[in-house]
């Protein structure tokens, strides 16, 4: 899955290449990729049409495009392989393309929504006087969010009772963090992905933010984390920070810091990896 830096590339791509542009027409050439919209495929198009896109905005992973002239946006499951690019009219179709929009304008370019796996789709939904799609209203900020509060989030941290690598993809406590970038913060914090979330203090929490932002702002800054060609920015580019990693998928590697070799656990359907020796597990009490 697509995590915050991968889906902020694709929001800065719409930003610049569909942002203020009227959609001349929408076609929907699967159905299930707009599944989420309830009325159906020629609903959500005909929705689309005469309506001029706004900036690109984001909660963490998820990803919308406000109607400018009305109180609804459509919003972006990219869920595990879907790709919003930008294309020339005349490019050759992708061969999972399902959902074409094309603009009333003379730039020659329109916007697709590619799925491989058909897990991902758009749907239109009311906004929220916050701006939020309604649907994603509960979600919490993100960690690069100017408005996120570090202290609140110490807080509700210590009161939810439960392990710091589930509490780091709880949506509702901070949004954006996935699987891969919680790894790779918490071997920068030397912290074990199953410490308790009771008994983190204050700058133990503050500093595992600081590191969740610096990991997160250096895969900003190459692009994201691409390791296939289903994660491509609005051109099509695949980003590089996986050759950065220092945790996720090095299992059996050295550790950067001390040379143990990366280990890596089951984990709620997916997988940890850490440095036993940087990150030592916490005592289990008799």
């Keep these: 899955m697509p995590e915050l830096p991968e889906v902020e590339v694709v929001r800065r791509g719409l930003e610049r290449w569909v942002a203020h542009r009227t959609v001349a027409e929408a076609e929907v050439l699967h159905p299930r990729a707009v599944r989420r919209h309830l009325a159906g495929a020629d609903d959500f198009a005909h929705r689309l049409e005469g309506h001029r896109i706004g900036?690109?905005?984001?909660?963490?992973?998820?990803?919308?495009?406000?109607?400018?002239?009305?109180?609804?946006?459509?919003?972006?499951?990219l869920g595990m392989s879907g790709q919003l690019l930008v294309q020339p009219h005349d490019a050759p179709d992708e061969k999972h393309l399902r959902i074409r929009v094309r603009f009333a304008d003379d730039l020659h370019t329109e916007l697709r929504f590619v799925d491989q796996r058909t897990f991902g789709g758009l749907s239109l939904h009311d906004t929220t006087p916050d701006g939020l799609p309604d649907v994603i209203a509960h979600i919490a900020r993100d960690p690069l969010d100017p408005l996120f509060d570090d202290e609140a989030f110490?807080?509700?941290?210590?009161?939810?009772?439960?392990?710091?690598?589930?509490a780091l993809l709880d949506q509702s406590l901070i949004s954006g963090v996935g699987n891969i970038y919680a790894d790779e913060a918490l071997w920068r914090a030397r912290i074990h992905?199953?410490?308790?979330?009771?008994?983190f203090t204050r700058p133990r929490t503050l500093l595992l933010l600081g590191h969740v932002r610096d990991v997160m702002n250096a895969a900003l800054a190459v692009g994201g984390t691409s390791f296939d060609s289903l994660y491509?920015?609005?051109?099509?580019?695949?980003?590089?920070?996986?050759?950065?990693?220092?945790a996720y998928g090095r299992e059996g590697l050295p550790c950067r810091r001390c040379g143990t070799p990366v280990r890596r656990r089951p984990w709620m359907n997916r997988s940890s990896y850490f440095c036993p020796k940087c990150q030592r597990a916490p005592r289990v009490s008799s």
């Design 193 to 199: 992905y199953e410490s308790p979330t009771a008994g």
């Design 55 to 77: 900036t690109a905005d984001r909660r963490g992973k998820y990803l919308w495009l406000p109607l400018e002239d009305t109180d609804q946006s459509v919003l972006a499951h």
């Design 154 to 166: 110490h807080r509700a941290l210590r009161r939810k009772r439960t392990t710091i690598k589930r």
């Design 232 to 246: 491509v920015n609005v051109n099509g580019e695949s980003g590089y920070f996986d050759r950065s990693l220092d």
